[in-house]
């Protein structure tokens, strides 16, 4: 069964730094397109951060130049680094890994990491 766990999360001051670590298993983990989601209280899960297998990456534009997503293949996990992080970043943070093969999508999700951003 494939897994994704998730860690890192916690409570930081406004300005604050946090990196959140996604560890994979079970699965070819560098054919994967891995991502980082945020969902905020009574609100829809949004990307924040992805990173293709070729290491191409995108970003929400409310995170762009203060986070940054990187992956080591060799140890199966994807990062993000949270820096000049605001109370508007509080949320849960989920790990996806996504991948086409032979035309079936293989999706899945960890189970999340609060984020919270408060003084």
């Known amino acids: 069964q494939v897994q994704l766990v998730e860690s890192g999360g916690g409570l930081v001051q406004p300005g604050g730094s946090l990196r959140l670590s996604c560890a994979a298993s079970?699965?070819?983990?560098?054919?994967?397109?891995m991502g980082w989601y945020l969902q905020a209280p009574g609100k829809q899960r949004e990307l924040v951060a992805g990173i293709t297998s070729g290491g191409n990456t995108n970003y929400a534009d409310s995170v762009k130049g203060r986070f940054t997503i990187s992956r080591d293949n060799a140890k199966k996990t994807v990062y993000l680094q949270m820096n000049s992080l605001k109370p508007e970043d509080t949320a849960v943070y989920y790990c996806?890994?996504?991948?086409?093969?032979?035309?079936?999508?293989?999706?899945?999700w960890g189970q999340g990491t609060q984020v919270t951003v408060s003084s």
């Open positions: 079970r699965i070819v983990f560098s054919i994967y397109t």
């Open positions: 996806n890994a996504v991948t086409k093969n032979w035309g079936k999508t293989y999706n899945y």
